[in-house]
């Protein structure tokens, strides 16, 4: 079992920055954002694995950066030039390779006011 504690949601203008943080109880191979929206699917924002490598859905490409802390099974979410479709309840995941044991944080809100 992995317990995952997300911090650094918030309020922000457009235009704004935010970052957040996700730390697990220990270390699994994939960690990663998802958001959702109201009334919309939750869908992925960015992930990387214990090697490093990073995948961004596009919409964030440019704009928000993800890394990784392996010593304090933390990973961050940086997210510059915030608009006001970002807005969401972001999720932190942690997974395995394969997906097939999934772990999710409690969800943290980004407001971003036009």
């Known amino acids: 079992q992995v317990q995952l504690v997300e911090s650094g949601g918030g309020l922000v203008q457009a235009g704004g920055s935010l970052r957040l943080s996700c730390a697990a109880s220990r270390s699994i191979n994939v960690m990663g954002w998802y958001r959702q929206a109201p009334g919309k699917q939750r869908e992925l924002v960015a992930s990387i694995t214990n090697g490093g490598n990073t995948n961004y859905a596009d919409s964030v490409k440019g704009r928000f950066t993800i890394s990784r802390d392996g010593a304090k099974n933390t990973v961050y979410l940086q997210m510059n030039s915030l608009k006001p479709e970002d807005t969401a309840v972001y999720y932190c995941?942690?997974?395995?390779?394969?997906?097939?044991?999934?772990?999710w944080g409690q969800g943290t809100q980004v407001t971003v006011s036009a």
């Open positions: 995941n942690a997974r395995n390779y394969f997906g097939s044991v999934n772990y």
